[in-house]
């Protein structure tokens, strides 16, 4: 069984920066791409940012030069640096990675719990 750990969200004033890290524990084999979504009040779930595993990586424009996306495969950890953070940043961010391969069976998506990022004077 795979399981998700995210950390690092919070309250930040406009401006200011965070730091969003996922852990994926279980005995994983491979894991194809690890991302980032947000879902704010209201809104639908949205891509933030996405990192597969040669590198590549996609950002939606909203965040484009403002946050980062980062990967560590051999901790099967993936970041997101969030820098210049806006109010309209505020959501639930969710980490998800995509076609997970362990020794027991193969995930096409798996999805963390989610944490809070509130971008607020």
């Known amino acids: 069984q795979v399981q998700l750990v995210e950390s690092g969200g919070g309250l930040v004033q406009p401006g200011g920066s965070l730091r969003l890290s996922c852990v994926a524990s279980?005995?994983?084999?491979?894991?194809?791409?690890m991302g980032w979504y947000r879902q704010a009040p209201g809104r639908e779930r949205e891509l933030v940012a996405r990192?597969?595993?040669?590198?590549?990586?996609t950002y939606a424009d909203s965040v484009k030069g403002r946050f980062t996306i980062s990967r560590d495969g051999a901790k099967n950890t993936v970041y997101l640096q969030m820098n210049s953070l806006k109010p309209e940043d505020t959501a639930v961010y969710y980490c998800?990675?995509?076609?997970?391969?362990?020794?027991?069976?193969?995930?096409?998506?798996?999805w963390g719990q989610g944490t809070l990022v509130t971008v607020s004077s």
């Open positions: 279980g005995s994983i084999f491979s894991i194809n791409a």
């Open positions: 990192i597969f595993n040669i590198g590549t990586t």
């Open positions: 998800r990675i995509d076609t997970v391969v362990t020794s027991i069976k193969r995930y096409p998506v798996l």
